[in-house]
């Protein structure tokens, strides 16, 4: 993408870019050295873009196996004098927590970014956890953008921060930020940054308790200079109400709340009735200002999305310097489960400046519509395979599942879910099920979340000598969220920056000697395999090999030139249908038909329903 | 030609199946409107979704911040599969407008056979209770007249700019699209745009 207006737009052009894009425009003003990752919705435009790019020599991009190891290598690269910018989603950081709490006490003098993208309202999440938190938790200067502009701008001035004061910096947007297009002003792309030598230094960089002990107050006195341009950051403004009135009535918003705001005042055509603070360098919290703010009211509103950090910190604060105000934020309508609204924000502050409300209500959901869940693709292999677990195991196996697409395998008639807890989980909790139960599990887990935290989980199995099927569907990318590469992906796929692995190899280096491996679309084979493990005892893994389907078609450029057809109408055909489910089947009245242009060929079915089906050519 | 009003506060909301091309669509509507001038803030939702399940996104014109609708909330409607518009129309603020494709594309369960696709004039009705105007248009058989069903998305573009409710008109998305588009999709695109004129009868 040689002209992309990423890599070729120069000061003064304004382009139409997501949130995402918009962040990657912003590293690369700021003269990002290191993009270390790893995917999740909704991050994943960042690193993509930047692969999109290229870079041309500008920077390395680097899709890590896990959040953790993406942050120790973008912290030891940031040590090494190197700009930044690490990425992940809201419950990654869960798992980078670890290198997180040490990396802010020893401080990293290049400057280290670190994007997590939080997924209120769990749009593709299993949870939506507020990673504010995390802000506070490890002490973290912190950016909450609410528009694509804001996203570039608050990108720079985090990694200026981050080496002005050489300590880690989170930018933490939300899906709607994210996922957001608006049009962004480009500023000049200087050079990357130099790099800052680095100085052999154990008494602050190897945090030994007497270490340790000392960096604490370094990083405190950091978090206060960070505080002092909280105070003054362009990011964080107060702003009178209109018509020079004198309301004592006052609103502070933070991330994305700040929109739904501002569009709710210019729509009730109230922006006379409140003074509104907006944040967005949210910590650490310039107290002077929001005391300031505080003053010159006699009631507050605290808007934000998730927990009530804010609104809580805006309380402390009054009654630490003695400001007689009351404070209202979180009620029965604006939670801390899910997203705000335009719509929602305007009805609490109707109530709240006592105006009638515009918003008229809504027509009602039209009950009992067919829903439209997603589901695994016509020729996803992940079916094939669940189907051959359910021909061998039934019901009688639990099912541990894992985070992927695969995870839609719970839905019927596969039914090949019964619990999940989070990345990698497949493995040990399937353990731990097992040992307690003593039941049969059968664990699926995909090869991005194998590499991912599957790895370490095998081996305490191994080591521990749990009972456990684990079967690796291996389709050799990270499909779920949009084919990055991992390292079950092929050598030619990966190129020369990254090196293939060989999953049976690993596996068996692992110490698995109970290990096969098999093509999922050949159906008799994987049974067979399945069948043969069923009754071990130990562990025991399958690896079901085939391309995502979707994949195969738009990367590796499979052309698939059969798919199958109704061969003879009748119960064989109607029973695969009901145990199979392919998108790619539809009924007319009592019979079944296959829709050309969604199968892709794989032809489960015909090893299913040999006299049901037959195929021809596309 | 009527003058358009470039200050026209609007917000629509986008409905489709996955792989239809409804985010792409938002997006060429989008940078239409950026093009001719107009305060711009489009949101989508990207991850589950594109598994087959519901596209939803949404442009607000004319100086919104905010990138995502609430019921009620919606000048347009705009539905790229009608079971979809049907599921949307809570979104549509009375009196709004509805542009939908009258192509069905069944989910898995009426697939199946286990559940039923809700009548089109059942739909149709619907639509109109809530609606001030609102037109279906066979965007997919249009679309493959144009050249490929993927430009049935704008066929219901051309019609929705040459309905006159846009700050913008047809001219606008011509000249995005020959600016925005890979050159061997443009001219099916064009082609489609004037279908969807045609098929408002403007």
Same mark, same amino acid.
């Given at each position: 993408?040689?002209?992309?207006?990423?890599?070729?737009?120069?000061?003064?052009?304004?382009?139409?870019?997501?949130?995402?894009?918009?962040?990657?425009?912003?590293?690369?003003?700021?003269?990002?050295?290191?993009?270390?990752?790893? #995917?999740?919705?909704?991050?994943?435009?960042? =690193?993509?873009?930047?692969?999109?790019? /290229?870079?041309? /020599?500008?920077?390395?991009?680097?899709?890590?196996?896990?959040?953790?190891?993406?942050?120790?290598?973008?912290?030891?690269?940031?040590?090494?004098?190197?700009?930044?910018?690490?990425?992940?989603?809201?419950?990654?950081?869960?798992?980078?927590?670890?290198?997180?709490?040490?990396?802010?006490?020893?401080? &990293?003098?290049?400057?280290?970014?670190?994007?997590?993208?939080?997924?209120?309202?769990?749009?593709?999440?299993?949870?939506?956890?507020?990673?504010?938190?995390?802000?506070?938790?490890?002490?973290?200067?912190?950016?909450?953008?609410?528009?694509?502009?804001?996203?570039?701008?608050?990108?720079?001035?985090?990694?200026?921060?981050?080496?002005?004061?050489?300590?880690?910096?989170?930018?933490?947007?939300?899906?709607?930020?994210?996922?957001?297009?608006?049009?962004?002003?480009?500023?000049?792309?200087?050079?990357?940054?130099?790099?800052?030598?680095?100085?052999?230094?154990?008494?602050?960089?190897?945090?030994?308790?007497?270490?340790?002990?000392?960096?604490?107050?370094?990083?405190?006195?950091?978090?206060?200079?960070?505080?002092?341009?909280?105070?003054?950051?362009?990011?964080?403004?107060?702003?009178?109400?209109?018509?020079?009135?004198?309301?004592?009535?006052?609103?502070?918003?933070?991330?994305?709340?700040?929109?739904?705001?501002?569009?709710?005042?210019?729509?009730?055509?109230?922006?006379?009735?409140?003074?509104?603070?907006?944040?967005?360098?949210?910590?650490? &919290?310039?107290? %002077?200002?929001?005391?300031?703010?505080?003053?010159?009211?006699?009631?507050?509103?605290?808007?934000?999305?998730?927990?009530?950090?804010?609104?809580?910190?805006?309380?402390?604060?009054?009654?630490?310097?003695?400001?007689?105000?009351?404070?209202?934020?979180?009620?029965? %309508?604006?939670?801390?489960?899910?997203?705000?609204?335009?719509?929602?924000?305007?009805?609490?502050?109707?109530?709240?400046?006592?105006?009638?409300?515009?918003?008229?209500?809504?027509?009602?959901?039209?009950? %009992?519509? =067919?829903?439209?869940?997603?589901?695994?693709?016509?020729?996803?292999?992940?079916?094939?395979?669940?189907?051959?677990?359910?021909?061998?195991?039934?019901?009688?196996?639990?099912?541990?599942?894992?985070?992927?697409?695969?995870?839609?395998?719970?839905?019927? #008639?596969?039914?090949?879910?019964?619990?999940?807890?989070?990345?990698?989980?497949?493995?040990?909790?399937?353990?731990?099920?097992?040992?307690?139960?003593?039941?049969?599990?059968?664990?699926?887990?995909?090869?991005?979340?194998?590499?991912?935290?599957?790895?370490?989980?095998?081996?305490?199995?191994?080591?521990?000598?749990?009972?456990?099927?684990?079967?690796?569907?291996?389709?050799?990318?990270?499909?779920?969220?949009?084919?990055?590469?991992? =390292?079950?992906?092929?050598?030619?796929?990966?190129?020369?920056?990254?090196?293939?692995?060989?999953?049976?190899?690993?596996?068996?280096?692992?110490?698995?000697?109970?290990?096969?491996?098999?093509?999922?679309?050949?159906?008799?084979?994987?049974?067979?395999?399945?069948?043969?493990?069923?009754?071990?005892?130990?562990?025991?893994?399958?690896?079901?090999?085939?391309?995502?389907?979707?994949?195969?078609?738009?990367?590796?450029?499979?052309?698939?030139?059969?798919?199958?057809?109704?061969?003879?109408?009748?119960?064989?055909?109607?029973?695969? &249908?009901?145990?199979?489910?392919?998108?790619?089947?539809?009924?007319?009245?009592?019979? &079944?038909?296959?829709?050309?242009?969604?199968?892709?060929?794989?032809?489960?079915?015909?090893?299913?329903? =040999?006299?049901?089906?037959?195929?021809?050519?596309? | 030609?009527?003058?358009?009003?470039?200050?026209?506060?609007?917000?629509?909301?986008?409905?489709?199946?996955?792989?239809?091309?409804?985010?792409?669509?938002?997006?060429?509507?989008?940078?239409?409107?950026?093009?001719?001038?107009?305060?711009?803030?489009?949101?989508? *939702?990207?991850?589950?979704?594109?598994?087959?399940?519901? *596209?939803?996104? *949404?442009?607000?014109?004319?100086?919104?911040?905010?990138?995502?609708?609430?019921?009620?909330?919606?000048?347009?409607?705009?539905?790229?599969?009608?079971?979809?518009?049907?599921?949307?129309?809570?979104?549509?603020?009375?009196?709004?407008?509805?542009?939908?494709?009258?192509?069905?594309?069944?989910?898995?369960?009426?697939?199946?056979?286990?559940?039923?696709?809700?009548?089109?004039?059942?739909?149709?009705?619907?639509?109109?209770?809530?609606?001030?105007?609102?037109?279906?248009?066979?965007?997919?058989?249009?679309?493959?007249?144009?050249?490929?069903?993927?430009?049935?998305?704008?066929?219901?573009?051309?019609?929705?700019?040459?309905?006159?409710?846009?700050?913008?008109?047809?001219?606008?998305?011509?000249?995005?699209?020959?600016?925005?588009?890979?050159?061997?999709?443009?001219?099916?695109?064009?082609?489609?745009?004037?279908?969807?004129?045609?098929?408002?009868? *403007?």
């Amino acid at each position: 993408m040689g002209n992309d207006p990423l890599l070729r737009g120069v000061r003064g052009e304004r382009h139409l870019l997501l949130g995402n894009e918009a962040i990657v425009r912003g590293a690369l003003e700021a003269g990002v050295h290191m993009i270390t990752c790893y #995917p999740g919705t909704p991050s994943s435009e960042v =690193p993509d873009t930047f692969l999109r790019l /290229g870079g041309e /020599g500008r920077y390395r991009l680097e899709y890590s196996i896990n959040e953790k190891v993406a942050l120790e290598v973008g912290a030891g690269a940031a040590l090494a004098g190197a700009m930044c910018l690490v990425t992940m989603k809201h419950v990654g950081l869960n798992v980078a927590a670890d290198p997180l709490f040490t990396s802010v006490y020893t401080g &990293l003098p290049g400057g280290l970014v670190l994007l997590t993208a939080d997924d209120p309202g769990c749009h593709s999440s299993q949870n939506e956890q507020d990673n504010r938190h995390y802000a506070r938790f490890a002490s973290l200067p912190c950016f909450e953008p609410a528009s694509a502009q804001e996203a570039k701008e608050m990108t720079r001035e985090a990694f200026r921060l981050a080496r002005e004061l050489q300590q880690p910096v989170m930018l933490r947007t939300t899906t709607r930020v994210s996922h957001m297009r608006g049009p962004v002003d480009f500023d000049d792309l200087p050079a990357p940054q130099p790099k800052v030598a680095f100085q052999r230094d154990p008494g602050r960089f190897v945090p030994v308790p007497a270490v340790a002990r000392k960096r604490h107050p370094a990083l405190l006195a950091n978090m206060e200079k960070a505080r002092q341009i909280a105070e003054n950051s362009r990011f964080n403004v107060a702003r009178e109400p209109a018509g020079g009135s004198a309301t004592r009535i006052g609103i502070i918003a933070s991330g994305v709340a700040r929109n739904y705001l501002a569009d709710a005042l210019a729509g009730g055509g109230w922006e006379d009735r409140a003074r509104v603070l907006e944040l967005g360098m949210t910590w650490p &919290l310039p107290r %002077d200002l929001i005391s300031d703010f505080l003053q010159k009211c006699d009631r507050v509103l605290v808007l934000e999305e998730g927990a009530d950090l804010l609104e809580e910190s805006v309380r402390a604060l009054a009654q630490r310097r003695g400001i007689n105000v009351r404070i209202e934020g979180k009620d029965e %309508d604006l939670t801390e489960q899910g997203e705000y609204s335009t719509t929602l924000v305007m009805r609490r502050l109707a109530v709240w400046l006592n105006c009638p409300c515009p918003a008229k209500p809504a027509r009602p959901v039209e009950p %009992d519509l =067919p829903g439209r869940p997603p589901n695994l693709c016509a020729g996803c292999s992940h079916r094939a395979v669940y189907y051959a677990v359910r021909h061998v195991f039934g019901d009688e196996a639990i099912y541990s599942s894992d985070i992927g697409c695969y995870t839609l395998g719970l839905l019927p #008639p596969l039914r090949v879910a019964d619990f999940l807890v989070c990345m990698g989980s497949s493995v040990s909790a399937g353990s731990g099920f097992a040992r307690a139960s003593g039941k049969p599990v059968v664990g699926f887990i995909g090869d991005s979340t194998f590499f991912h935290s599957g790895m370490t989980g095998l081996v305490n199995a191994v080591f521990n000598r749990h009972n456990l099927l684990l079967v690796i569907l291996d389709n050799g990318t990270t499909a779920m969220t949009g084919h990055q590469p991992n =390292p079950g992906m092929q050598q030619d796929m990966l190129g020369a920056t990254s090196v293939h692995m060989d999953m049976e190899t690993v596996v068996r280096g692992l110490g698995v000697t109970e290990c096969a491996r098999v093509r999922a679309f050949n159906l008799k084979s994987v049974i067979r395999a399945l069948e043969s493990m069923k009754d071990k005892p130990g562990v025991r893994v399958l690896i079901a090999e085939e391309p995502c389907a979707l994949y195969a078609r738009r990367r590796l450029k499979k052309s698939q030139p059969r798919v199958a057809e109704v061969a003879r109408q009748g119960e064989e055909a109607l029973r695969c &249908l009901e145990q199979l489910a392919c998108p790619a089947f539809y009924r007319r009245g009592d019979n &079944l038909a296959v829709d050309e242009t969604l199968c892709s060929g794989c032809m489960i079915c015909l090893q299913i329903a =040999p006299t049901a089906f037959k195929a021809k050519k596309r | 030609m009527k003058a358009h009003d470039k200050q026209k506060r609007m917000r629509i909301y986008f409905t489709g199946v996955g792989g239809q091309g409804t985010l792409t669509a938002t997006t060429l509507l989008a940078r239409t409107a950026l093009q001719a001038g107009l305060d711009v803030v489009a949101g989508e *939702v990207h991850g589950m979704a594109q598994r087959g399940g519901v *596209v939803e996104s *949404v442009l607000l014109l004319g100086g919104w911040r905010s990138p995502k609708l609430d019921f009620g909330e919606a000048d347009v409607l705009l539905g790229f599969e009608p079971l979809e518009t049907l599921r949307g129309l809570p979104y549509l603020r009375p009196g709004g407008a509805v542009f939908s494709s009258s192509d069905p594309l069944p989910p898995v369960s009426v697939a199946l056979g286990q559940a039923a696709y809700p009548d089109l004039a059942l739909i149709e009705e619907k639509a109109r209770q809530v609606a001030g105007q609102s037109r279906f248009i066979p965007c997919r058989e249009l679309g493959i007249r144009a050249g490929s069903a993927q430009s049935g998305n704008t066929v219901l573009l051309g019609a929705l700019c040459a309905s006159g409710v846009l700050p913008f008109g047809v001219d606008a998305l011509e000249a995005a699209i020959r600016i925005f588009l890979p050159p061997r999709l443009q001219e099916s695109n064009l082609q489609a745009l004037e279908l969807g004129k045609a098929a408002l009868g *403007v």
